[in-house]
């Protein structure tokens, strides 16, 4: 168990629905960083959030969003979902208080999300 | 940009020997890190093993050793005395120290199946 927990485990919706995902960071840790995996493009880079503040970008829609609150959880907005949407959502950990930015990522279970 | 490169899709060894999964990398920065994360057929991400680039060891971890030679750029990790649990997808990771307020951003390569028979 890494410590990071994310809800929900599985996910079904149809095209153009909005959905949640939540993430929890393991107790301590600042950063969250958000990745998608899909069959085409693997794992991939969303976005990540250290102590409340967006701090980078990677591949994410303009249809995706995400926040980190005060109590470090954060969530991950996808809207108007399409098919191409479907994936393994993962949120990762790391850089806990007094620690470092090199820190180990530690991954929750994941969103497995299915759009019909 | 940061690159990794796994050039085996899939890989088989016999329980109890030993196999190496490659991984190439490509960067420009002189400080990096390097992962390898295994994934089972349940989904999750499980850390194994981290060589920073200034490490003079090879890092190990209990059956996990990472392979470090910079020079050729590879991190090839070492499973020894392999098990049926070891049956599952590897992904080789660098952290990409984005030019942009310090991200640690991973990334990936494609990842390796590794099927254990018995």
């Known amino acids: 168990d890494s410590g990071v927990t994310q809800t929900p485990k599985h996910l079904i919706t149809a095209t153009g629905q909005r959905v949640t995902l939540r993430c929890s960071p393991r107790s301590g840790d600042l950063s969250v960083y958000w990745y998608q995996q899909s069959l085409d493009q693997g794992l991939q880079f969303l976005i990540q959030?250290?102590?409340?503040?967006?701090?980078a970008k990677g591949n994410i829609l303009e249809r995706f969003s995400a926040q980190q609150f005060p109590d470090l959880h954060s969530e991950l907005n996808l809207s108007s979902l399409e098919l191409g949407d479907s994936a393994l959502y993962f949120c990762?950990?790391?850089?806990?208080?007094?620690?470092?930015?090199?820190?180990?990522?530690?991954f929750g279970p994941g969103t497995r999300l299915t759009v019909l | 940009a940061q690159k990794i490169t796994q050039t085996q899709p899939g890989m088989f060894v016999q329980e109890k020997e030993a196999v190496t999964l490659d991984c190439t990398y490509d960067t420009s920065d002189p400080s990096y890190g390097l992962f390898w994360y295994k994934q089972p057929s349940s989904g999750e991400m499980i850390f194994l093993i981290y060589q920073g680039s200034y490490d003079q060891q090879n890092a190990t971890e209990g059956r996990y050793s990472l392979n470090f030679q910079k020079a050729r750029k590879s991190a090839n990790l070492v499973i020894s005395a392999s098990q049926l649990g070891d049956s599952a997808m590897y992904f080789c990771?660098?952290?990409?120290?984005?030019?942009?307020?310090?991200?640690?951003?991973?990334?990936f390569g494609k990842g390796t199946k590794l099927t254990v028979n018995p």
């Open positions: 959030y250290y102590n409340g503040e967006e701090r």
């Open positions: 990771a660098m952290r990409d120290r984005s030019t942009q307020g310090g991200s640690e951003k991973l990334v």
């Open positions: 990762a950990s790391s850089f806990p208080i007094g620690g470092a930015s090199t820190d180990t990522q530690y």
